[in-house]
């Protein structure tokens, strides 16, 4: 089962611990959203590339939200939306 595949699963792990140390860095006091923003932004890339290798979709090697988005066969516009607003937070060199 594609789920089950080893770099899936790294994904889609890495993911978790990256939204959930965004959400302790947007807690401190004072918080730091630029590192809240830069962590979210890097959960959602390794979650759509979870999603496109679960799918059994080629994994372009890019920090590209939209493009990754775009790959996904029936993404939701909030889907990209999403993409959209996290990419100005993410690494600018593909």
């Given amino acids: 089962m594609l789920l089950e595949r080893p770099e899936v699963q790294a994904w889609w792990a890495?993911?978790?611990?990256?939204?959930?140390v965004a959400a302790v860095v947007a807690n401190l006091n004072?918080?730091?959203?630029?590192?809240?923003?830069?962590?979210?932004q890097q959960a959602a890339e390794k979650a759509l590339k979870a999603a496109l290798g679960a799918g059994g979709l080629p994994v372009?090697?890019?920090?590209?939200?939209?493009l990754l988005v775009e790959r996904l066969p029936a993404s939701p516009p909030a889907v990209?939306?999403?993409?959209?607003?996290?990419?100005?937070?993410g690494v600018a060199a593909d």
Avoid: Q
């Fill in 14 to 20: 890495l993911s978790g611990s990256d939204i959930r």
């Fill in 30 to 40: 004072p918080p730091e959203w630029h590192l809240a923003c830069f962590l979210s």
């Fill in 60 to 66: 372009p090697r890019t920090h590209d939200l939209v």
């Fill in 80 to 89: 990209l939306d999403a993409a959209l607003l996290l990419s100005a937070y």
